[in-house]
């Protein structure tokens, strides 16, 4: 049975009442008033008191409220923990600047590591200078030579001369450089022989064929005529070279 709801002793504080609420201790408090002594020579004893049992809530009333502390011990208190707030950040510090360090000898050792033995991440690998094709030499083109109008002209007549005929070198100078030929000078006729490619074997050829078609020749009558100074003018190798190839 829980102790009803009124006024009785504080436990805490002698000469105060507090109120019990009939669960737990409240926090009104007040004096307990002093009774009124009789004016009899003996008061009556007062009445004995019986303070109500203890239940669970009563057991768990609150305590009273705390005593503040002093000033000066709170403010101990905080510098107290300021000064380790203080040496908390210096030994963070000290660490981290100790973990920088470290890093930082560790990244040189790689480096001289690294440059040690001759590779590095970064360096890009040289290249084969082996492999690389030789460029192609560029080709430019020969400058045309300039000839004279008379070169050019000469150049010409002797292309028209052996397209109709066969000529050997003296015999096609001596035409282009005659009077009763083209009349070119014989600097501008040798000019344009030397400038016209010609085979003149062949052309020694063409010659005996020709004088073939129109008289009778013996080897050697054929080789004489086309090696005479009078007839063609060829060399005797050419004479040669035409005979045996016309079955001579």
Do not use: C
């Amino acid at each position: 049975m829980s102790t009803p709801a009124g006024w009785y002793p504080d436990p805490q504080a002698e000469g105060q009442q507090r109120y019990w609420d009939g669960n737990a201790w409240t926090e009104h408090r007040a004096p307990i008033a002093q009774p009124e002594q009789p004016a009899q020579p003996t008061p009556p004893a007062p009445p004995a008191w019986t303070a109500p049992q203890q239940t669970a809530p009563y057991a768990a009333a609150p305590t009273a409220a705390k005593e503040k502390k002093p000033f000066w011990r709170r403010t101990w208190v905080l510098v107290t923990a300021g000064v380790i707030v203080v040496l908390i950040g210096a030994s963070a510090a000290s660490g981290s600047g100790d973990t920088k360090d470290t890093a930082a000898k560790h990244n040189a050792a790689g480096v001289q590591k690294d440059k040690t033995s001759g590779k590095t991440d970064d360096a890009p690998a040289s290249p084969d200078v082996s492999e690389a094709a030789d460029p192609e030499p560029t080709k430019t083109a020969k400058p045309k030579p300039k000839f004279t109008v008379s070169q050019e002209q000469a150049i010409g007549a002797a292309k028209n001369y052996l397209s109709i005929s066969g000529f050997s070198r003296t015999g096609l100078i001596q035409q282009l450089s005659s009077s009763y030929g083209d009349g070119f000078s014989k600097a501008d006729a040798t000019f344009a022989v030397n400038h016209i490619k010609v085979n003149w074997n062949e052309q020694a050829v063409r010659s005996a064929k020709n004088y073939l078609s129109i008289s009778h020749f013996s080897r050697a009558g054929l080789i004489q005529q086309l090696s005479s100074s009078y007839g063609d003018g060829y060399t005797v190798a050419q004479a040669t070279y035409a005979a045996n190839h016309v079955g001579l």
